[in-house]
């Protein structure tokens, strides 16, 4: 982490005595950004990213930067140009990707909340393997100006915290629209630390079957997730099993989206693009021109992404881009549908608890697999852009298991009032 303190702005702000870090994929002014890449050596952003400005105006104080994967392209900790983040709960063990860092920082005590960005899971999965709560709010509810994207359509950024409700207290200071980014509209702002109060009683509850038993899948996280749920019925919420077969074509239909688009970004838009009314960093842009295209210091996985992406753009244009977006429109219908019938679907965050840092000798396979084995059950709500929220729901071999709800658009106090009853009760920490 950087070591240099930023002064907060508003001492009696609501994150005031907050300590706070930045993923290094986030703008700060005036303090270096590397993007876990080695295209970024050098580059000092001019501006701040709106969630850093309205963190500082609350009072928060920033007290540094975190690592992150590089280019935030990775689930794992393995990719990073300059470092590997360790799992606090076990040296050698990713912390999960691509927001690596935070998830450390926090899960290690060193401070109880830090933004993170989630484009396929990249908050919610190193929020279950580290044992922390992780939020990827409804597109749009927050915005993304002054954050290295990797593909508009599945750009989101919130809040990664020790607790649920100081999780909620983060999402209060940084939701709500700035008037720049095009991923904005109309968000739907609520006051998320109280409505947390409200209870669960009566909630409906529907335990998402195609989110277990996943060739990856580990028995024990499994059990304990289903154990959550069977908590929660106990603690007054109306617990069902509901089924969404399309889930199972969840990967297939993000990864168009997304190797699509963030091969044209790193390829042909200096790593952001053109083609909306955004902020454009030109700095951020220039300094990626100057850098040029040399792609032989990218990871395996980057590596293997681009191919792919470059090996289909050639056989059908940005045909397949365009299927993967009108596709993901019928899967948020699917999922709306479900939702019709149930206030909030659980599953599991990941098919497993963390895994081994794969060596750097390691065959490409491994990096591979350890880059993408842990998406099966986050990517969908990246391109149907519901809210998910991952939290803690007990320790296996001693390592964290991470349980997911997943709500309406716009309807992320229903999901803190569950995780705060939840993570009250404490039945997490006793099995």
Known sequence: MVAEVFDSRNRRGKLAGKRIAI?????????PMLSGSMELQGYVPQMDAIVVRRILEAGGEIVGK????????????????YTQVQNPHRAGYTPGGSSTGSAA????????????????????????????????????????????PIEPFIDHVGPMTTTVMDNAL??????????????QHNPVVSPYTQDIAEGIKGLRVGVFKEGFGHPNSEGDVDGKVRAAADALARLGANVEDVSVLAHLN????????????????ITAGNGFGIGRADV??????????????DRRGLPASIKGMLLTSTLATRQRGHALY??????????????????????????PTTPMKATPIPNVSADIDLHWQRATEMLANTCAFDITHHPAISLPCGMSDGLPVGMMLVGLHFEES?????????ESSQHWATR
């Not at 596709?327 to 709306?336: F, H, K, N, S, T």
């Not at 229903?414 to 939840?422: D, N, P």
């Open 250 to 265: 969840g990967v297939a239909i993000w990864g168009v989206i997304a190797l699509d688009g963030l091969t044209n970004l």
């Open 66 to 81: 975190t690592h992150c994967e590089y280019f935030c392209l990775s689930g794992g900790s393995h990719t990073n140009a």
């Open 105 to 148: 920082a926090v899960a290690a005590g060193e401070l109880p909340m830090a933004p993170g960005a989630d484009q396929a899971g990249s908050i919610r999965l190193p929020a279950s393997f580290s044992g922390i709560v992780g939020l990827k709010p409804t597109y749009g509810l927050v915005p993304y100006t002054g954050i290295a």
């Open 322 to 347: 365009g299927k993967g977006v009108n596709l993901a429109r019928r899967l948020r219908a699917q999922y709306d549908a479900a939702l019709s019938q149930f206030d909030v679907l659980l599953l």
């Open 170 to 183: 983060m999402l209060e200071v940084i939701a709500g629209a700035d008037g720049y980014d095009p991923r």
């Open 23 to 31: 993923k290094d994929s986030i703008m700060v002014a005036g303090v």
């Open 280 to 293: 454009y960093p030109t700095d951020f842009m220039d300094h990626l021109y100057r850098a040029g295209s």
């Open 414 to 422: 229903t999901l803190f009032r569950l995780a705060h009853v939840f």
